[in-house]
């Protein structure tokens, strides 16, 4: 199997273990196995029923995860390519090795809210080093060449990181406010008839809602950016697909609410996030490694397409 098809196969694995994940802690499935890493009630296989099956089934997927990186390792290590494939090669095993402590460290704690955070978003980390993995032209058959970055594409470059901080710090709210059961302080509008929070769990879901507005607002920013600076078709593609994204989750965001945190709109809004955090990860990646331009003494290299943009 090439490194870019393992890279797609765990990068699957990985957002399906992370929506899985909102399951188990929407089902209050979280403690189905007990107090125990990695036994599950003392057992290897235990009686797979209930809460059990669930917290058991997102551990089996998220071991299966585990064998399919190091496997992703061994062969990075093995590819000889750059040194930055080495380097993403050893931050996918160290934010891998994270993961599963902080996953022990959730079940023997009982299910701590800030590790649970921090979990959910070394994951988000994680999925964004696979989708670079899964991304780097070395990878695709593409020789081998040096990215210099123009200014017009340094400008998006920066602006998407600003937006990955967000949605980072957006999901990451949410999973907090979830799991301290925070969730229905305020209404999809607003708090106890008012726009002004009045208690700790009214400020945090109120910070997340201005996390995701921001976010929103910024999304719609940059797509309208992107065709007015003619930042080239497939970028603007991307940003479109990621503004369709966020006026989805809106809704369904408020759907949460409306239905009293119901586990599938609960799962689904999770879902959205994080395809979303994948949308713009991969448009970040995607765009660091198209944008060239000359340099004395160096020949030009461009890709086909739209030679007046970075496309």
């Avoid at 399906?16 to 990695?38: D, H, K, Q, R, T």
């Avoid at 057992?43 to 995860?65: Q, S």
């Avoid at 470059?157 to 957006?170: A, G, P, R, S, V």
């Amino acid at each position: 199997m090439t490194i870019k098809r393992l890279a797609f196969i765990c990068m699957l694995l990985t957002y399906f273990l992370i929506v899985f994940g909102g399951y188990v802690a929407s089902s209050n499935s979280g403690m189905g196995c007990g107090p125990e890493w990695p036994l599950c009630n003392g057992e290897v296989v235990p009686v797979l029923k209930g809460a059990t099956l669930i917290e058991f089934g997102h551990r089996v997927i998220g071991a299966l995860l585990g064998i399919l990186s190091l496997v992703l390792f061994v062969k990075l290590f093995r590819a000889k390519k750059e040194q930055v494939v080495r380097l993403a090669a050893f931050s996918m095993l160290g934010l891998l090795i994270i993961q599963i402590l902080l996953g022990a460290i959730v079940v023997v704690r009982d299910l701590p809210s800030i590790i649970i955070t921090i979990h959910l978003t070394i994951a988000f980390a994680f999925l964004a080093c696979l989708i670079w993995i899964w991304r780097y032209p070395g990878f695709q058959n593409q020789a081998s060449r040096v990215a210099y970055i123009t200014e017009k594409a340094q400008t998006a470059i920066i602006h998407l990181n600003i937006l990955l901080i967000l949605l980072t710090c957006t999901l990451a709210f949410g999973a907090y406010i979830k799991h301290e059961s925070f969730g229905m302080a305020c209404g999809w509008l607003g708090c106890r008839q008012t726009f002004f929070p009045s208690s700790t769990p009214e400020l945090l879901q109120t910070l997340h809602r201005g996390l995701a507005g921001i976010s929103a607002v910024y999304i719609l920013f940059l797509t309208y950016w992107s065709f007015s600076k003619k930042w080239g078709r497939s970028l603007q593609k991307r940003l479109l697909l990621g503004t369709l994204t966020v006026l989805f989750q809106l809704v369904i965001g408020a759907a949460v609410i409306e239905t009293s945190i119901s586990i599938p709109w609960a799962v689904l809004h999770l879902a959205i996030g994080t395809a979303l955090f994948a949308i713009v990860s991969e448009a970040r990646i995607y765009l660091s490694g198209r944008a060239v331009v000359p340099v004395s003494g160096l020949k030009e290299i461009r890709p086909q397409g739209d030679r007046k943009s970075f496309d």
